[in-house]
């Protein structure tokens, strides 16, 4: 006798399950370019990546502040965890921004997850999970910077090297286009930036011999609008700096993993390149190798190079100059700070590229040296087949993605350092599409290593330095509450007098710190929020914490409900 | 002992115990059973059928191979005497059906690009003893999204 089955019937959503959906309020419909052009006027929201097209990652909320904030505590904590199987399961790590829109939270984490949540609560609205391939090659962990935001959409990329539009309301999809080739060794980690009617995203692969581009694509229809390459082909300006025979040019990196800012007077925006490929063998790539570990200035309209400024010509040590350029003036000039994974602080005048000044950040650095006009002398780099050199800073840099902060108020940077070396020996090997392409085996040391944050003026002048037995390895946020936040690799979230330096105030998360903390408020309670889950490529900025625990959690700190403001 | 042929590999996991339940180690080694490709209709929508045999606590097939990115339809049946679950990677969100013992059930996945993607049955262990499975994507990005420079070697 024939038994019917049982209808098990469709498969659904697994948030469906969660207890947890709904919609959001239309709060992002009327998020607009001149809205994010005059961000921080709106102090309660965070509208895009740094908090402001300069980069400073500087807020004016001040209801916590060098007074108070030792009455901060945990206000909220949404936890998402992982399950199954994943892309770079012993890699992930929650590494987003998070941005707030009247009230509402859109935050990314690793894996292809974006969320809504109610910034007040912690309560998940919506999720968004894109399906991401269990091979895909990732150099640096399954990892995700964060979101952008306009025109009732929610943007992210995708660890498979997709940019998708999302509905801000409920998380569906409105667009999505392929901008890498995942066969080819390229992903995305890139928190896109919204400038004027697009949204642009850079590259990932720089690991494994791609080409580094910056795509720009139209808000509305997912048309794409540009691509700038950032490594020119035979006979593109540039050109002369790689080999004439052969393709090292093709092969060469310069990728755009971490977000560009934008100054509206210029028209520029001002990307920070990645490290040429092979990492560390630089012999099948002679030249200086432009435009890697390079400031360029790419037009927001045409996605042309108007001007770039090289950090480290010819690069044999993987010092990426993704890191931010922060926008800021002094004495009438209009002007860009940098810190480089080389150790130096870069400030170049960002009308025409021209330097002005560069100051060494970090106390060891052996690799070489540049001098105040610029002038850049290698010293211990790997040049010879399996013969071991150790160098100061390591791979990952003196500071590594993690960004700085810039306070209008006190005018210094804030900057997290890693104080710490390693070894690379040189091994040639053949290029092969989606095959790690360094050219070394390299050995991050375990012992004898630091961290602080510093603050710097704009002349390199260090003012104050906090001290930490771990390299500091998350971003710094500053507000006009005269303080800096800053988590820790072994789980610490501190705050920081910004005139001084002091420990006000500390709170152990649970797990290390390897994201960007953002400021917000809502109902007029200012809320502090950090992303904590160590992991990424901690094998490459901090081995001797390879072993600690991952973490998946978002934590709001808040002063007590009713405290009075000061 | 060592293997050095596919035909070998076979003989070599049945004779240890490996592709199946209790023999070898405790469970079964995941994606040790069938391979099946996908089946594209005219529409472009691709079809298959997997089946939880009884007693395996296996997918059959453990790979299912698309032949590129899309919509795929699957087929679930348990004949399994357990229940089961299924939660399946898609583009939006994961999909997820509940198999009682002696079910039928059906979901729609979109995956939109080349790599593989695993899929299981996530209740009690059944993902250890072996109802994990892969999805395979063949294929390339569009040609918009490749690099602009010359063909390169792969492995």
Request: one cysteine or more; proline letters at 6%; hydrophobic letters at 35%.
């Amino acid at each position: 006798m024939t038994v019917e089955y049982v209808d098990a019937g469709e498969a659904i959503d697994q948030g469906d399950l969660s207890g947890k959906h709904g919609t959001a309020p239309p709060v992002v419909e009327n998020v607009t370019y001149e809205r994010i052009l005059d961000a921080r006027s709106e102090p309660q929201n965070w509208l895009t990546y740094y908090g402001a097209y300069n980069g400073q990652r500087f807020s004016p909320l001040d209801q916590i502040n060098t007074e108070n904030v030792k009455g901060i505590g945990p206000a909220w904590i949404f936890q998402s965890g992982t399950s199954g199987m994943i892309a770079g399961a012993s890699t992930y790590a929650f590494e987003a921004s998070p941005l707030v829109v009247d009230g509402i939270m859109y935050v990314s984490g690793w894996d292809g997850w974006v969320w809504a949540l109610d910034a007040k609560t912690g309560t998940e609205i919506w999720r968004y999970k894109h399906a991401t391939p269990f091979d895909i090659s990732l150099c640096c962990g399954n990892v995700n910077r964060g979101v952008a935001v306009a025109k009732g959409k929610v943007f992210s990329v995708t660890p498979n090297a997709h940019v998708i539009a999302l509905d801000a309301a409920t998380g569906k999809k409105i667009w999505d286009k392929t901008y890498g080739d995942v066969r080819a060794g390229e992903s995305a980690t890139v928190a896109p930036l919204v400038v004027k009617n697009m949204v642009v995203v850079g590259s990932s692969g720089g690991e494994f011999g791609v080409r580094g581009h910056l795509d720009a694509f139209d808000l509305d229809s997912g048309e794409h609008v540009w691509r700038c390459y950032m490594v020119p082909k035979p006979g593109e300006p540039g050109s002369e700096t790689w080999p004439s025979d052969g393709q090292a040019w093709a092969r060469g990196g310069a990728n755009c993993w971490l977000t560009g800012t934008f100054d509206p007077e210029t028209n520029l925006l001002y990307i920070g390149t990645g490290n040429p490929a092979p990492d560390f063998d630089g012999e099948v790539r002679e030249g200086d190798n432009l435009f890697t570990d390079s400031i360029v200035a790419v037009d927001a309209d045409s996605g042309q190079i108007r001007w770039h400024y090289q950090c480290t010509p010819h690069d044999v040590w993987d010092y990426d100059s993704i890191s931010e350029c922060i926008l800021f003036e002094s004495e009438g000039r209009k002007l860009l700070g940098h810190f480089d994974k080389n150790g130096y602080f870069f400030v170049v005048d960002r009308t025409n590229g021209e330097l002005v000044q560069i100051t060494p950040f970090v106390d060891r650095i052996d690799w070489g040296n540049i001098t105040r006009d610029g002038k850049v002398t290698p010293a211990r780099y790997p040049d010879k087949e399996g013969d071991p050199v150790h160098f100061y800073p390591g791979p990952a840099g003196a500071k590594e993605w993690t960004h700085a902060a810039y306070s209008p108020e006190t005018e210094l940077f804030y900057v997290p350092i890693q104080d710490v070396g390693a070894t690379a020996t040189r091994r040639r090997r053949e290029f092969k599409e989606s095959i790690p392409y360094w050219g070394a085996g390299v050995q991050v040391d375990i012992e004898d290593m630091t961290g602080y944050v510093s603050a710097f003026d704009a002349n390199g002048e260090e003012k104050w330095r906090w001290r930490n037995n771990l390299p500091m390895c998350a971003s710094v946020l500053a507000t006009a509450g005269n303080l800096v936040f800053a988590g820790t690799p072994s789980g610490e979230f501190n705050a920081l007098d910004a005139r001084t330096g002091e420990l006000l105030w500390q709170f152990q998360c649970g797990s290390g710190h390897h994201s960007s903390p953002t400021t917000y408020s809502v109902d007029g309670r200012q809320f502090v929020v950090v992303p904590v889950g160590w992991g990424g490529w901690a094998e490459g900025f901090l081995p001797g914490m390879l072993g600690a625990g991952h973490g998946s959690a978002l934590i709001a700190f808040a002063l007590p409900e009713g405290t009075p403001s000061r | 002992m060592t293997t050095s042929s596919a035909q070998d590999r076979a003989e070599l996991l049945h004779k240890l115990g490996l592709d199946t339940q209790n023999k070898g180690p405790i469970g079964r080694v995941i994606t040790t059973g069938n391979i099946e490709q996908a089946k594209e209709h005219e529409d472009g929508t691709m079809h298959v059928r997997l089946r939880i045999n009884p007693d395996e606590i296996a997918w059959d097939p453990a790979v299912i191979v698309m032949p590129h990115g899309g919509d795929l339809e699957i087929e679930i049946f348990n004949d399994d005497l357990n229940t089961h679950c299924a939660l399946f990677p898609s583009n939006g969100d994961r999909k997820f059906i509940w198999l009682v013992n002696h079910s039928r059930g059906r979901a729609k996945l979109n995956l939109d690009g080349p790599g593989y993607y695993w899929f299981s049955s996530p209740t009690g262990n059944d993902e250890g003893r072996g109802l994990t499975g892969a999805i395979v994507v063949l294929g390339d990005v569009p040609p918009e999204a490749r690099l602009d420079r010359p063909e390169q070697p792969r492995p």
